[in-house]
């Protein structure tokens, strides 16, 4: 009686990504240094994964695993033109469906290419070293900076500041502290009144930044503690108003437009390693990029 012959083993591709994103949650997946994957970190691998269920729904791709392990010459040469098929596609989506450009493209490959690391070094699942095909694009970003004189518009014209809605008044505040203390945003985002430390005539932030985990000790101006003394009492433990960083970068541009900061300013961007300009309004330029990184780009 002839045997029959074994099917490859399939796994479901989101199911394994639903408990990679899981292991980094409950810390069964850890940094190579043995720290925790950070909260953002874990975002960002949870937005790959509903970009990759879009592409799916959209394109009618199905994406699934094979153990390779068995695999002879000829099936693996199937599967390596499987994968170069996904990233084709995959890419085409990124940048000519959604217009999206190398750092996002590059961003979003990264934490592919994460998660088959994760497959075959943690769970051992033997599914092929074809990610290594995927390249990761990288978009050097101009940091454009503000101006001394015009921070110090923002800090000191008290006529200025007397037109501003009370919103706009309260991101004011916030991007002039993010000036002066150089924290990244989400850093900046939160800080609590356990982060000051007042001694004599002096107040001091220290704070460990969330991303780099280097501690930080500033001596503050006047004029940060005067922000700081003006939300003392209307915002719990935390030190300023808090943003979501969209809505952050939608306030700033208005407040640069009421500033009438609006010099002409080349922004690029690159897409497949190919240049293209986005717009030339100075304000605009200067809040997207800023606010990706740290406020000190801005001062």
Known sequence: MMKALSLPKEYSFFDLYHKFVKDCNTGRRLQSNGKKIAEGTIKNYCSTRKLLQNFCNEK?????????????QRKLLTEKNYWTKFYKKFTDYLYQDCGNFDNYAGFNVKNIRTFFGYLNKQLLLNVGEFYKQFYVRKDEV?????LPEELNFFIYDKAFEEKLTPQLKKVKDVFVFGCTVALRFSDLNNLKKTNIHVAGDHWYLTVRSKKTLTDTRICLSDYAVNILVK???????FL??????????????????NAGFTNDNRKVRNRRGVMNEIFRKRNNSNIVLGLGKSFANLS
């Open 231 to 237: 939300y003392k009492r209307i915002n719990g433990d």
């Open 60 to 72: 009618k791709f199905k994406l699934r695993l094979y153990n390779v392990g068995q695999f002879g």
């Open 240 to 257: 300023l108003p808090r943003f979501n960083i969209v809505n952050m970068n939608l306030y700033l541009k208005k407040l640069f437009d």
């Open 142 to 146: 101009e940091i454009v900076a503000l």
